[in-house]
């Protein structure tokens, strides 16, 4: 069929379903619709039942087909990225078919799904909230498709508070939020809120779900009302306890109101509770306490009424205000007394006394703040009925001192270390001196509060000395003892005074000496790590040696010497290059200390071996000159000879001397030099190559030469050989035998010249350090024989000396993770350098341990296998780490890195894949970071264990005894049918039976009934997981039986 035909067939189809004719379209899709992953393959096979057809094809915005003549067709993309897909299958019939040409449309749904979510508050990263205010928390959920299967589920601990659907028509990937409106309540204080994310793509596809880290919240509420708090009665001369609590966050802050003029009262604070303790009960403890409980959030109070019987009736008038607290020459200021509301009409008469014998006829005082300092107001009234009644006003007038000075009790500027001292505070004209506090500092540290005393008073001989009963101004002093180091150096001391004048007196201003400074005395103390016992000095090489020492005053430093038993004197450095015992000696006010040192005078040999190498070689030289004056003498004159020759005729290779005598070359052997040379053992020399001798020429005989490659390498040597012809082993001399002579003049000088070099001598103290991040770190490299510079190659650290046998590599706070200290020497003797690297292990414990489940969240299920995921943040170094997991307190499984070799932190983690049986449900899971450091880290290793997870298995519901149970009826007697399940979910539990069920019991477990019919009852016990069926069998007792 041609293509035009084809086209008309597919117009006419869909003219006709545009129409609304409808016909059948033998088409079949596998599967008819599809979920797929973006970037994930997808495959659809397209087939039809009807066999009068022209071909099938695919119309597909990717990977469309043409028609095909087929019966069936399959539309594949190997990555679907495309998300405005469509596709659809259509066919092609001929014209005798009973169908018309039509197609089908694939349902596909391209989707992707974020691990990860956020989750955010508008109060903050620290999650605090306060009661009865609106918080929005937002979850953002990054990159999803297709958002209109997206579903938001918001959780308060276990509990689903919120449910959020979308609507969002859009195909393509969105980032979608989720705002959950929350006010919270003070019982929400320490819940947690989380939110998750599921992607419902059933029936065809997964229901995928992902959840945010948990939130702690932290609810901040005003106190509640105070508890505990109630009116008592209690006898004269007893004691009482007044409790006021009240809870709230931040903890409440408590203060009391109270008649504050007797001094039996003690408050406490202790645990969020506030108690008031009232001892030796008096009269004037009668009446109001009101607790104060307050916090950034509000403030509430409560008042409790205290009785105190037998103290004799109370006088019924009342003082406003009840307790006065004046400034000294303030503005005037008037208090009121006046009889109870209940007693006025029983006044006769009310006036105040001030004094003795001063008397206002009146209700109302004025004050005088200019001179009332030993006031004592009472108010005096009297009544029909009491007659007469008294009360004091609790009157204060205070004045803030003139000054406050400080100083040492002897007038001292400097004191001595360790020696105890003794520090005045002057206060000048301050009223009243009972009420006066004084807070010690040192710098801005607070020291004990000291004593009180009237200045130049002496209390056992004049009352004027009670601080506590004079009201008017007093000069007053406190004083403390107080001992110094060296440490201190210069310390600064300061006073405040402070008068306390209760909660009903403004709080007068702070009044703070002038700082007293105070410089430390202190012996000398010799720097000995850069002045040894003994000092090596080599002849001709001067040493300086220094003197250092710590003091203060600074110490005057000095150094005794004497080379002829005179003494002499030098001072701070010395120039040492004699042998002898040195002192130097550190003196100041305080006292004198000396360090002795020995100077041990030691032979410089290099010098000498120096210019033994010089005469050597020159001797060498001169040898080699006339050996060669002998060779050349003796080849100009062709004198040689040949002893007990016999050639070889069966070699070729031959030398020549002119004549017709040949010699054999082709190879050298060995001979012992035997010990007649030297007098020593026999040494084995290596051979010394012949050359061919130079062409024939008139008058010439031939030569027979000899030479060495390296004269300089005999130091080496370890065996020589000397010449032999070989195979005849037939010993070729010159005449006058100077080859063996030249040989026995350099083994001799190589003999004396070869020395052998001493060792590397450096000693690392410790060897190997482990050091953790931030800690101070100091290893000592000592020399074990004389150095000339001796110091420390480091990044942060470098050190070096010219002086001592040791030097210090010292790190206050090692916080480099690429420190490679290098402790390297510069010697007299050999080998002259060489260096010695730290072994050095710098660790960082986890800043936490974490673990959680993957890809699954909420209850497991038994029999199923699941992930858990260990996650442990910047460690270092990692190759010590193991990693344990426990399952309760058993270990189940570990995991090392010792194959990674980083030396900076890292973050790692590790998977136990776990099958949960019910037997395992409510067990803990911790996973335990271990650092194990070796012999010199810290014992025990460290370790930092992550928060339990708890593990909920869910498993369907068991039977305890599943078997059909057969039961006799007894007529008139209660029967019980148990069935109970074991489950988690719990199992919830249903009846039936063709007999009536009683009403009440059909969903408990267990059946109890006196009225139960013969017949089968049928017990289902279900949860989320599966439902299971036991039958009881109730049978009528045969009679007879």
Not at 739 to 767: D, Q, R
Not at 973 to 994: D, F, H, K
Request: with cysteine; hydrophobic share 35%; proline share 7%.
């Amino acid at each position: 069929m041609s293509e035009s035909t084809s086209f008309i067939r597919l117009f006419v189809g869909v003219l006709l379903s545009a129409t609304g004719v409808v016909t059948s379209c033998p088409i079949e899709l596998s599967p008819p619709s599809v979920v797929v992953r973006y970037g994930d393959s997808v495959s659809v096979n397209c087939s039809t039942s009807e066999s009068l057809l022209d071909g099938i094809g695919w119309e597909a915005t990717e990977g469309g087909i043409s028609l095909k003549e087929v019966s069936h067709l399959a539309w594949t993309v190997a990555e679907l990225k495309e998300w405005s897909i469509s596709a659809k299958c259509y066919i092609n019939l001929s014209l005798n078919s009973s169908f018309n040409q039509c197609f089908k449309i694939l349902e596909i749904v391209l989707y992707t799904f974020p691990e990860n979510i956020s989750l955010s508050s508008s109060s903050g990263p620290n999650m605090v909230m306060h009661e009865g205010k609106q918080n929005n928390f937002t979850c953002d959920i990054q990159n999803i498709a297709p958002v209109k299967n997206l579903t938001v589920k918001w959780y308060k601990g276990d509990e689903m508070v919120f449910e959020d659907t979308f609507k969002n028509p859009s195909k393509k990937p969105v980032n979608q939020s989720s705002i959950f409106s929350f006010t919270p309540t003070r019982q929400d204080n320490g819940a947690t809120i989380r939110c998750e994310e599921h992607l419902d793509l059933r029936p065809e596809g997964p229901q995928l779900n992902a959840s945010s880290e948990e939130y702690y919240i932290t609810v901040h509420y005003a106190p509640s009302q105070i508890v505990e708090l109630e009116d008592s009665e209690v006898d004269i001369g007893s004691d009482v306890w007044l409790k006021c609590s009240s809870k709230g966050n931040p903890r409440p802050n408590y203060f009391w109101d109270y008649y504050r003029t007797v001094a039996n009262v003690v408050e406490e604070n202790e645990d969020g509770v506030s108690r008031l303790h009232i001892y030796n009960a008096t009269v004037y403890n009668n009446g109001s306490y009101t607790c104060h409980a307050g916090n950034d959030r509000g403030n509430v109070s409560k008042t409790a009424i205290i009785t105190v019987k037998g103290a004799g009736q109370e006088c019924p008038i009342e003082i406003t205000p009840a307790r006065m607290v004046v400034q000294y020459q303030a503005r005037e200021q008037n208090v009121t007394c006046k009889p109870k509301s209940t007693n006025k009409r029983h006044l006769k008469e009310i006036y105040w006394e001030v004094r003795q014998g001063a008397i206002t006829k009146n209700s109302i005082w004025s004050v005088d703040t200019n001179e009332d300092w030993d006031l004592k107001p009472v108010c005096t009234a009297t009544f029909n009925i009491t007659g007469i009644c008294k009360k004091h006003l609790n009157f204060t007038l205070y004045k803030t001192p003139d000054s406050v000075f400080v100083s040492t009790v002897h007038n001292l500027s400097s004191v001595v270390e360790n020696k105890e001292f003794q520090l005045q505070c002057d206060i000048t004209n301050v009223a009243p001196a009972g009420n006066l506090v004084v807070q010690w500092y040192q710098g801005n540290r607070k020291l004990s509060k000291g004593s009180l005393q009237v200045t130049g008073c002496l209390p056992e001989n004049n009352t004027n000395c009670d601080i506590s009963a004079v009201r008017s101004p007093l000069n007053v002093s406190s004083t403390i003892s107080f001992t110094l180091d060296r440490n201190d150096k210069r310390a600064e001391f300061r006073c405040e005074a402070i008068l306390d004048l209760g909660a009903e007196g403004l709080k007068p201003p702070q009044m703070m000496s002038s700082p007293l400074n105070i410089t430390v005395h202190y012996k000398p103390s010799i720097n000995t790590t850069k002045l040894p016992q003994k000092i090596p000095v080599f002849r001709g090489y001067p040493e300086e040696l220094v003197c250092e020492a710590d003091g203060h005053p600074p110490p005057k430093i000095q150094w005794f010497y004497s080379t002829v038993k005179v003494p002499h004197i030098s001072e701070h450095t010395l120039i040492a290059s004699e042998a002898g015992i040195y002192r130097c000696n550190a003196t100041n006010k305080v006292d004198s200390t000396s360090h002795v040192v020995e100077v041990i005078l030691k032979e410089d040999y290099l010098p000498l071996i120096a210019g033994f190498v010089a005469v050597t070689v020159v001797a060498i030289s001169i040898v080699f000159l006339f050996i060669y004056s002998i060779y050349y003498k003796n080849t100009k004159m062709r004198r040689y000879s040949l002893k007990n020759a016999k050639l070889d005729t069966h070699s070729g290779n031959v030398a020549h001397n002119g004549w017709d005598t040949q010699f054999d070359m082709t190879k050298l052997s060995y001979v012992r030099l035997t010990s007649y040379m030297l007098g020593l053992p026999p040494v084995k020399f290596p051979s010394f190559p012949f050359t061919h001798p130079p062409p024939k020429s008139a008058g010439m005989k031939g030569a027979l030469l000899f030479q060495h490659s390296s004269l300089q390498s005999c130091q080496a040597c370890t065996s020589w050989n000397f010449l032999s012809l070989s195979p005849l082993n037939r010993r070729l001399s010159v005449e006058d035998n100077m080859g063996n002579n030249f040989l026995k003049w350099i083994l001799t000088l190589c003999m004396i010249y070869s020395v052998s070099a001493e060792g590397c001598s450096l000693v690392l103290k410790p060897s190997r350090v482990v050091v953790g991040f931030g800690e101070p770190v100091s290893v000592s490299c000592e020399a074990t024989r004389p150095v000339r510079v001796l110091g420390w190659e480091s990044v942060i650290s470098a050190a070096h000396t010219q002086q001592d046998l040791s030097v210090q590599w010292k790190v206050d706070s090692l916080i480099d993770w690429i420190e490679e200290p290098i402790c390297y020497g510069v010697f007299f003797t050999a080998p002259r350098q060489c260096e010695e690297k730290l072994n050095l292990v710098l660790y960082k414990t986890p800043d936490s341990v974490s673990i959680r489940p993957v890809n699954h969240s909420g209850p497991m299920v038994d029999g199923k296998e699941y992930q858990l995921l260990c996650e442990v943040q910047n460690i270092a170094p990692v190759q010590y780490l193991t990693l344990r997991w426990y399952k309760g307190l058993t270990e189940v499984y570990n995991h090392s890195f010792s194959e990674l070799t980083s030396s900076s932190p890292v973050q790692v983690s590790s998977i136990l894949m776990v099958t949960p049986t019910k037997a395992e449900n409510g067990a803990q899971y911790r996973c335990v970071a271990e650092l194990e450091l070796g012999p010199e880290g810290p014992q025990p290793p460290p370790t930092v264990t992550s928060e339990p997870l708890n593990a909920s298995v869910y498993f369907p519901p068991t039977f305890l005894d599943p078997v059909p149970v057969v039961l006799d009826l007894t007529v008139g007697g209660e029967m019980t049918l148990n069935c109970t399940a074991t489950g988690n979910p719990t199992p919830v539990y249903s009846w039936q039976s063709s007999n009536p069920i009683p009403e009440g019991t059909g969903d408990e477990a267990a059946l109890t009934s006196s009225s139960l019919l013969p017949g089968t009852y049928t017990c289902t016990a279900s949860n989320t997981l599966e439902k299971k069926s036991k039958e009881f069998i109730v049978k009528a007792k045969t009679k007879g039986v």
